[in-house]
């Protein structure tokens, strides 16, 4: 094959996975930056009681009427279906440097405990919220309403917008 050729090819496979990028699913590595778990001697409902000074006030949302809430912990029995989850928030994580910089909000269990459940908020969706998603939710108890899925054995839901996250 002659050099002019093999360039070619070359410069178009790459053209390709410039223009095409490979979607690469979320992940929960241990080398995230920025981890703010909840002290361990703090109970969910101290931590309601401790407010952050920082944080807005949010308004209230409205949830699906019609919706089944289920805890956290009971999540796994309805894999793949809409539903509004509720915990306390144990663990907070932007991880900035990761691929889609993902923020996560982990419910009932903090990471690594595959037994979580992990709200994952994309890194183009931070600007729905009216500050960082990590502070305003941190030590609070919450429900989320979306579609349960699994990723790598750890149960997750994916939200878009605050009101899909109502405070309690």
């Not at 409902?45 to 409205?62: D, F, G, V």
């Not at 919220?129 to 309403?145: D, M």
Request: some cysteine.
């Amino acid at each position: 094959m002659k050099p002019a050729t093999a360039l070619a090819i070359l410069a178009i496979v790459l053209i390709g996975c410039v223009t095409n990028p490979t979607p690469v699913p979320p992940t929960q590595t241990p080398w995230v930056i920025t981890a703010t778990p909840v002290a361990p001697a703090q109970t969910p409902r101290a931590a309601i009681a401790t407010p952050i000074a920082s944080a807005p006030t949010l308004a209230p949302t409205s949830i699906s009427p019609g919706t089944e809430t289920i805890s956290w912990s009971d999540a796994g029995n309805y894999l793949n279906q809409t539903k509004i989850v509720c915990g306390p928030v144990l663990r907070t994580t932007f991880a900035q440097t990761t691929n889609g910089q993902p923020t996560y909000l982990d419910l009932g269990r903090a990471y690594p405990d595959p037994a979580r459940f992990s709200v994952l908020i994309w890194g183009n969706q931070r600007a729905n919220f009216p500050s960082a998603p990590e502070t305003l939710y941190r030590g609070k108890t919450i429900c989320v309403t979306g579609k349960i899925a699994s990723y790598r054995g750890t149960l997750e839901m994916e939200v878009r917008t605050p009101s899909q996250i109502e405070v309690k």
